[in-house]
């Protein structure tokens, strides 16, 4: 299907136009440099908030980096809310390194984070310094995240000295959900909290650049912030972290059982639902509406007269 823009307007220029004096877009404000690791520390020092959200395709990573989110993370979600599958362990490396390239096209100022997927890093050192080369290329990501614990300290020095940056994710990790029989929290024990704690010690001083840490108690958050150093991204894990991230289709309300942290901002999932109805329905009344194309002049005549 063809498209052309050449009497549109850009909806972000449009609002800003519209917006009052002094007052800021309810569109948010795009960002104007790109943010790199040292942006994060940055902000983590002074006490800045950032927030963080899954992106698995150019045009919603150009929106959400209009939108002036900060980070951009092509997760494992993506083999359940793009490929339909119903755990995360079941993401091809191949398409994730793809998705991750199509993100950062799309919004080429955020920090792209690569999900490095199941069985793309455990298996041996050596393919997961391949796997993530190939994201840092391929890819173009920014950073790679990997689901470890503290037995994973050796794998993330190598790769901090191969100059892989790493984001080192502590807490309830869905690729091991299958050990569990499904999705959960973690840190609910004290045992099990000094264990996530001494994870992310562990991992920081392996040289992990930032650490995520997934469904916890606060308890557990504000202990791992008071001994690690670097910027802490959070996912159901309380507001004291550095960075708060969650899965886009989440918040946007398109998912029909999103996990207990998970507050939507929208309800699109309905909003596609009744757009698409609206279509049906016009279709089936031969009433498309849009612009159609003419012929140039005297080319219809023509046209009618073979």
């Given at each position: ?199 992310a010690v562990a991992l920081e001083q392996a040289g992990a650049v930032l650490l995520l840490i997934e ?83 005297g080319e219809a005549e023509r046209f009618y007269s073979r």
């Amino acid at each position: 299907m063809t498209r052309t823009a050449s009497d549109r307007r850009d909806p972000v220029e449009v609002s800003a136009q519209n917006a009052e004096p002094n007052k800021p877009s309810r569109l948010g404000t795009p960002l104007e440099k790109r943010v790199t690791i040292r942006t994060l520390r940055r902000m983590a020092k002074a006490g800045d908030a950032f927030a963080c959200l899954t992106a698995y395709d150019a045009t919603t990573a150009k929106w959400l980096e209009r939108a002036g989110v900060p980070v951009l993370l092509v997760g494992d979600s993506a083999a359940e809310v793009v490929l339909g599958f119903d755990r995360t362990t079941s993401m091809p490396l191949d398409f994730a390194i793809t998705l991750t390239a199509a993100v950062k096209r799309g919004a080429p100022k955020t920090l792209v984070m690569a999900d490095m997927p199941f069985m793309s890093y455990q298996a041996s050192e050596d393919q997961a310094m391949v796997n993530a080369g190939r994201f840092m290329v391929e890819g173009q990501a920014d950073c790679v995240k990997l689901e470890v614990d503290e037995s994973f300290a050796g794998l993330v020095e190598r790769m901090t000295r191969s100059g892989i940056p790493v984001c080192a994710h502590v807490g309830a990790r869905p690729s091991t959900a299958a050990l569990a029989g499904g999705y959960g929290s973690a840190g609910r024990q004290a045992d099990d909290a000094e264990q996530i704690v001494a994870d992310a010690v562990a991992l920081e001083q392996a040289g992990a650049v930032l650490l995520l840490i997934e469904a916890v108690p606060p308890e557990v958050t504000e202990r791992v912030l008071r001994e690690t150093n670097v910027p802490l991204i959070g996912i159901g894990a309380g507001p004291a972290c550095h960075g708060q991230i969650l899965v886009v289709q989440d918040l946007l309300g398109m998912t029909d059982a999103p996990p207990r942290f998970a507050e939507r901002s929208a309800a699109l999932g309905t909003e596609i639902q009744a757009a698409a109805a609206d279509w049906v329905k016009r279709v089936s009344l031969r009433d498309i509406g849009g612009k159609g194309y003419e012929m140039h002049d005297g080319e219809a005549e023509r046209f009618y007269s073979r």
